[in-house]
């Protein structure tokens, strides 16, 4: 065993699905019940450092600057047991994690969150890992996070275990201008984490149909994305979103995420695309919206979703390139 202090920091951006995960074939693994497709949610970042310590008798984390415990330090220090167990070391770590959009935001920072750390994690522990590892292992600790790994335009190929199930990307960020813009409507933590969510997926009547019509939406979305058809992008991403709720409020616990506001934006979204604006919809476990649209469009519809009643504050994210290690010496 060493005794050397190891450290390594790594940045990720979250990201935002064109098509959805949503419902697990092994939970524990987080193999995914289909295929998903997202955009990597450039200058919106996590920034993680983690430090394998010999005088350290419990891994800690700091969140913000915060030190953190109960369910969110469980959560990483499982994901650092499986590290130290493909690293064959057993020393405790500091992991200290920044985000630069404020939490509560809206914005799922987990995918994000475990991207950076499965990079940081991987170098400090002296793995040498490929781009489909980092991915692979990122999908421990957050499904979606396997996602963040990859650059620009990424699908998340479901596979059917550990080995076969990791995302990679489709197109790089540079491919297409496409912009986010998240309306927040409310910035309080989900009641129902998407965990759980998870799991509820499968008790919905509706998800055997959603499951069985995936692959053709996988098809059409990634088509759109290589064609930069935006027409065609934004049909199979409103109607992936809405089969995706409609699972969700229809399983053994109902779980309605939208309020008011959400679904005024719904409308507006196309009543804008009727008005010739190209901007489409979609929204994650939250009430919040994502409106997607070329870079051209983003002020314009940032100020229109600023109108809506109910709409705290809007971000805009265009595509972000792949998780990398920082720098040794770069302060996080
Ligand atoms: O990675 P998780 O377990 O937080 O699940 C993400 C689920 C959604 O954000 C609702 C959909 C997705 O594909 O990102």
Same mark, same amino acid.
């Given at each position: 065993m060493s005794t050397e202090l190891k450290s390594a920091a790594a940045v990720s951006h979250p990201n935002i699905a064109f098509i959805k995960y949503w419902g697990n074939r092994d939970h524990h693994l987080r193999i995914p019940a289909s295929g998903s497709i997202s955009m990597n949610l450039g200058r919106l970042e996590t920034r993680t450092r983690v430090t394998f310590n010999p005088a350290l008798t419990a891994d800690r984390l700091i969140l913000n600057g915060e030190p953190t415990s109960g369910k969110q330090l469980q959560r990483v220090q499982t994901f650092l047991d499986h590290v130290r167990r493909l690293a064959g070391i057993d020393l405790y770590a500091e992991v200290e994690s920044k985000n630069d959009?404020? @939490? =509560? $935001?809206?914005?799922?920072s987990s995918a994000s969150a475990f991207s950076a750390l499965a990079l940081a994690a991987a170098a400090a522990a002296g793995l040498q890992l490929s781009e489909a590892e980092l991915s692979r292992l990122a999908r421990r600790g957050s +499904?979606?996070?396997?996602?963040?790994?990859? +650059?620009g335009f990424v699908e998340?190929? $479901? =596979? &059917?275990?550990d080995q076969s199930s990791y995302a990679v990307s489709i $197109?790089?960020?540079?491919h297409w201008d496409l912009v986010d813009i998240v309306a927040v409507i409310s910035q309080v933590h989900k009641p129902t984490g998407s965990t759980e969510g998870h799991a509820l997926a &499968? @008790?919905?009547?509706l998800q055997k149909a959603r499951l069985k019509s995936a692959p053709a939406r996988l098809e059409q979305c990634r088509t759109a994305i290589l064609r930069r058809d935006f027409e065609a992008l934004a049909e199979v991403s409103e109607l992936d979103c809405n089969l995706m709720h409609a699972v969700m409020m229809t399983g053994a616990r109902r779980l309605l995420y939208w309020q008011p506001a959400t679904i005024e934006l719904i409308h507006a979204a196309g009543e804008w695309r009727r008005s010739g604006i190209p901007v489409f919809y979609t929204i994650d476990a939250g009430p919040n919206v994502h409106l997607i649209c070329p870079a051209a469009e983003a002020d314009r519809v940032a100020a229109a979703a600023a109108?809506?009643?109910?709409?705290k504050e809007v971000l805009q994210a265009p595509a972000g390139s792949a998780a990398h290690l920082l720098a040794e010496e770069v302060n996080l």
């Amino acid at each position: 065993m060493s005794t050397e202090l190891k450290s390594a920091a790594a940045v990720s951006h979250p990201n935002i699905a064109f098509i959805k995960y949503w419902g697990n074939r092994d939970h524990h693994l987080r193999i995914p019940a289909s295929g998903s497709i997202s955009m990597n949610l450039g200058r919106l970042e996590t920034r993680t450092r983690v430090t394998f310590n010999p005088a350290l008798t419990a891994d800690r984390l700091i969140l913000n600057g915060e030190p953190t415990s109960g369910k969110q330090l469980q959560r990483v220090q499982t994901f650092l047991d499986h590290v130290r167990r493909l690293a064959g070391i057993d020393l405790y770590a500091e992991v200290e994690s920044k985000n630069d959009f404020p @939490t =509560g $935001a809206g914005i799922a920072s987990s995918a994000s969150a475990f991207s950076a750390l499965a990079l940081a994690a991987a170098a400090a522990a002296g793995l040498q890992l490929s781009e489909a590892e980092l991915s692979r292992l990122a999908r421990r600790g957050s +499904g979606s996070a396997c996602r963040s790994v990859p +650059g620009g335009f990424v699908e998340w190929l $479901a =596979g &059917e275990d550990d080995q076969s199930s990791y995302a990679v990307s489709i $197109a790089p960020a540079d491919h297409w201008d496409l912009v986010d813009i998240v309306a927040v409507i409310s910035q309080v933590h989900k009641p129902t984490g998407s965990t759980e969510g998870h799991a509820l997926a &499968e @008790t919905s009547p509706l998800q055997k149909a959603r499951l069985k019509s995936a692959p053709a939406r996988l098809e059409q979305c990634r088509t759109a994305i290589l064609r930069r058809d935006f027409e065609a992008l934004a049909e199979v991403s409103e109607l992936d979103c809405n089969l995706m709720h409609a699972v969700m409020m229809t399983g053994a616990r109902r779980l309605l995420y939208w309020q008011p506001a959400t679904i005024e934006l719904i409308h507006a979204a196309g009543e804008w695309r009727r008005s010739g604006i190209p901007v489409f919809y979609t929204i994650d476990a939250g009430p919040n919206v994502h409106l997607i649209c070329p870079a051209a469009e983003a002020d314009r519809v940032a100020a229109a979703a600023a109108q809506i009643q109910g709409v705290k504050e809007v971000l805009q994210a265009p595509a972000g390139s792949a998780a990398h290690l920082l720098a040794e010496e770069v302060n996080l």
